[in-house]
């Protein structure tokens, strides 16, 4: 059973930084494409970045320029670097993976594998 485990949530100021990772186990880290999703109250999830093999990284808009997603592969491990965080970024951030390709990386559905979340709290 695929396992993904999310670390490095927190409190934080606006306008600080946080380091999200998320650490897969059981798979074959280097050929899935691996995101990152977050969930605020009361709202759906909601696409946030990815790291793909075949389109690199991608960012949903509100995030472009603040956050930077990567990995290592080898350590399976997905890092989401969160910069000039907004009271808007409070939310429960999700790490998710697929090895099936699909074009579209933002959709929730097209992804097999879930961690459990990991809250992050930006006060203003």
């Known amino acids: 059973q695929v396992q993904l485990v999310e670390s490095g949530g927190g409190l934080v100021q606006a306008g600080g930084s946080l380091r999200l990772s998320c650490t897969a186990s059981?798979?074959?880290?280097?050929?899935?494409?691996m995101g990152w999703f977050r969930q605020a109250p009361g709202k759906e999830r909601e696409f946030v970045a990815a790291?793909?093999?075949?389109?690199?990284?991608v960012y949903a808009d509100t995030v472009k320029g603040r956050f930077t997603v990567s990995r290592d592969n080898a350590k399976n491990t997905v890092y989401l670097q969160m910069n000039s965080l907004k009271p808007e970024d409070t939310a429960v951030y999700y790490c998710?993976?697929?090895?099936?390709?699909?074009?579209?990386?933002?959709?929730?559905?097209?992804?097999?594998?879930w961690g459990q979340g990991t809250q992050v709290t930006v006060s203003s």
């Open positions: 998710a993976g697929r090895r099936t390709y699909s074009y579209d990386v933002k959709t929730v559905e097209t992804y097999d594998y």
């Open positions: 059981r798979l074959t880290f280097n050929t899935y494409d």
């Open positions: 790291v793909t093999r075949f389109r690199g990284t």
